[in-house]
């Protein structure tokens, strides 16, 4: 009995989605891209290779999977023959066969690049012509894949063979009762409609996107995955409740303060900018697709509450539980103080948002490093009443624990949410 998971991003994205999708491809058949173009970015690696990938979806790199781009994908044709080449350059080959684009997906031209380095610069996107070619979308005035295709340039040629109807194989696949795996790209506060507006990206991350973005029915899907990190990051500018520091000091930030040794004393006794520093340090959070400096706060279950109620999660997904190894204190965020008053729920007035202060319970962190934790039992009882907490505040099951950034530092938890 096959099965259509959705993963998501619960955060601002950056959750490290990469390696679970990775990880759970190995049991799908199918690996669908919903949403979003190549402002998405990570990076797997196998063996002594390393890929990096902005829109083709790592399933590419599993024999037999089948790796959709969807309609509501916006692609630049130029990044993903670059993609392609560098595919075929590692040996893997690339056909209609395991790569299939829609032909309804928007392309993004020049132009669109051009306005965005331009007027992109107030919210700190990130320059991809993302947003100026949804623009196009909705003004009915964009190209779509199936008319760039008809086109005589060498792009459109070499294009061409991959552009299907996407929709009659994604639903096809669900008929067969294969296991699907739909990926969205970014998160959920990143999102258009859903996100902390006019921050957000211009697509729809979320779940219900999943089903938009490719032509497939909501009954269809049988769980979402919600992934976040064991901490929360932002790339780009826009309020960030639990922020360690503030967003003016993270972006002075040289990319060289990753190599220095990490000062656990400073993080202890310093500034809330220090210890959002080590989070960073430890945690390598610079951008895959920009190479900025991520702002870096504490886990927030107000917001983290918010996205699985609008996403229907169905399985936790915690990520980068070693980063915060050696602190001597970690916090939660489980309430904002707004104008003297407690709220609880997430709020979408970005005018209040921007005056919310975390409330933080707080947790004692743990010594040992959690490199080679084989199960669940073996983590540290510190580590595991932080789990706990969240498990039980956000009231999903755990089904995934991730605590480096290898394959086999992976936990899973609860295989019967899984594929
Ligand atoms: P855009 O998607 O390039 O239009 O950028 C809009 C906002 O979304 C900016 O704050 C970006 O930093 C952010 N953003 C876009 N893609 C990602 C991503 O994959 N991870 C994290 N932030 C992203």
């Known amino acids: 009995m096959g099965k259509t ?25 199918m690996v669908c ?9 990570h990076t797997v690696v196998i063996g002594s290779s390393m890929f990096k990938f902005h ?24 990044v993903l023959l670059q993609e392609i080449d560098q595919l075929s350059s590692n040996g893997i080959s690339i056909s209609e066969k395991n790569l299939v684009l829609s032909g309804s997906a ?3 031209q020049q132009s669109h690049i051009d306005e965005d380095t ?25 190209i779509r894949l199936h008319d760039f295709v008809k086109g005589s ?19 096809d696949a669900h008929s067969k009762k294969q ?18 507006y006019p921050y957000v990206t211009s697509s729809n991350p979320i779940a219900g996107g999943a089903c938009t973005g490719l032509g497939i029915a909501p009954q269809s899907i049988d769980g979402v995955l919600g992934v976040f990190k064991a901490y929360c990051t932002r790339v780009g500018s826009g309020p960030f409740p639990t922020e360690l520091g503030t967003e003016a000091d993270t972006m002075k930030e040289k990319k060289e303060t990753l190599l220095q040794k990490t000062d656990f004393k400073s993080a202890e006794d310093g500034s809330e900018y220090s210890q959002g520093m080590i989070l960073r340090k430890q945690g390598a959070e610079y951008g895959t697709t920009t190479g900025r400096p991520r702002r870096t706060g ?38 904002y103080d707004y104008e003297g008053k407690t709220i609880s729920t997430f709020p979408l007035d970005g005018e209040v948002l921007k005056k919310c202060r975390p409330i933080y319970k707080e947790f004692a962190g743990w010594k040992d490093s959690l490199e080679t934790i084989k199960s669940y039992d073996d983590l540290p009882k510190e580590a595991k009443s932080y789990l706990l907490f969240i498990e039980k505040e956000l009231k999903i099951p755990l089904a995934i624990l991730s605590v480096g950034p290898e394959r086999t530092q992976t936990l899973i938890l609860k295989k019967n949410l899984l594929f």
């Not at 829109?55 to 692609?75: D, E, Q």
């Not at 992109?120 to 005035?141: L, V």
């Not at 996205?307 to 169905?314: E, K, L, Q, S």
Request: proline share 2%; glycine share 14%; aromatic share 6%.
């Open 179 to 196: 296991n699907i795996l739909l990926e969205g790209a970014q998160g959920t506060l990143l999102d258009i409609d859903h996100g902390t």
């Open 153 to 171: 340039s060498l792009e459109a040629k070499r294009l061409k063979p991959f552009v299907k109807e996407t929709y009659i194989i994604v639903n």
């Open 118 to 142: 331009k007027k992109g610069k107030a919210i700190g996107t990130t320059g991809r012509g993302i947003g100026p070619c949804y623009e196009d979308k909705i003004s009915r005035s964009g």
């Open 5 to 29: 998971l959705v993963i998501v991003g619960g955060q601002w994205g950056d959750e490290g989605k990469g390696k679970i999708v990775d990880l759970l491809t190995e049991n799908a058949q």
């Open 298 to 335: 504490w886990f927030d279950i107000v917001s983290a509450r918010y996205a699985f109620v609008i996403n229907g999660m169905t399985g936790l997904i915690i990520t980068k539980l070693d980063v915060l190894s050696k602190l001597k204190k970690i916090k939660v965020c489980i309430g």
């Open 55 to 78: 829109l083709i979806p790592s399933g590419i790199l599993h024999k037999g999977t089948m790796n959709v781009l969807g309609n509501g994908v916006v692609i630049d044709p130029q």
């Open 33 to 41: 891209r919903y949403n979003g173009g190549n402002n998405a970015g």
């Open 106 to 108: 928007h392309v993004i």
